[in-house]
């Protein structure tokens, strides 16, 4: 089925930690986004992408990276986790400009 | 960037009473807003979208207005069930395209 997917669903780490968050999609959409999302409030654009080997920064995205090699895949990765780093991390995809997002089920990332 | 705000935050209506979700937004170029409805724990997913070549837009108990001159745009559900209380989000499309900016969400509770 053509769809967004997001692994871990729920990740539990230490800090200082480097982590990297999945996502794929097999819609074969160019675009692609993350989002962090603390629970029921506002989503804030982490970094995005239009394409293969393109990646561009949102408003939130210090201290993470992401990569785009593959049209189907574009993980986020942490270089060291912080307790400011627990969220939830929804990524998402659009085929074209007037397209709506597609989003994933999220990773929940809680920073002890 | 855009920059798009949302009102109320909180909403309960009584079932079968009508809820109406407002949103603006600063950007002049933006073009497309969607409606996201996003269920406890689970991903946002699209209700409802308008162009901005379109006033209003309707889908069954949903629909959706844009005023573009004033640049806001409105959700608008009627006979409001039990299954529609979620948080719902509105968004905006950024130049260069395709960035989508959310407002900050409102809790619609349906009583039954």
């Known amino acids: 089925e053509a769809d967004i997917y997001q692994t871990p669903r729920y990740l539990v780490i230490g800090t200082g930690k480097k982590i990297t968050l999945e996502c794929s999609q097999t819609?074969?959409?160019?675009?692609m986004y993350w989002y962090q999302q603390d629970p029921g409030m506002e989503l804030h654009l982490i970094h995005y992408?239009?394409?293969?080997?393109?990646?561009e920064k949102g408003d939130l995205s210090s201290e993470s990276t992401v990569s785009r090699i593959r049209t189907e895949h574009f993980p986020l990765t942490l270089e060291s986790a912080r307790p400011s780093h627990t969220s939830q991390y929804l990524c998402?995809?659009?085929?074209?400009?007037?397209?709506?997002?597609?989003f994933g089920n999220g990773t929940r990332l809680t920073v002890t | 960037g855009e920059n798009v705000e949302q009102h109320p935050s909180t909403l309960s209506v009584q079932e079968g009473d009508s809820a109406v979700i407002k949103c603006t937004y600063s950007?002049?170029?933006?073009?497309?807003f969607p409606w996201y409805k996003q269920e406890l724990g689970k991903r946002p997913q699209l209700i409802i979208d308008?162009?901005?070549?379109?006033g209003e837009k309707k889908d069954q108990r949903i629909a959706v207005t844009l005023n573009k001159t004033a640049k806001h745009f409105s959700l608008h559900i009627t006979e409001t069930q039990p299954e529609d209380s979620a948080v719902y989000f509105c968004?905006?499309?950024?130049?260069?395209?395709?960035?989508?900016?959310f407002g900050t969400g409102t809790s619609l509770t349906v009583i039954p």
């Open positions: 992408s239009y394409g293969v080997n393109s990646t």
């Open positions: 819609m074969g959409h160019d675009k």
């Open positions: 998402a995809s659009s085929e074209t400009a007037y397209s709506p997002l597609h």
């Open positions: 950007d002049s170029a933006s073009n497309y």
């Open positions: 968004a905006a499309d950024a130049y260069p395209g395709n960035q989508f900016y």
């Open positions: 308008i162009r901005s070549n379109v």
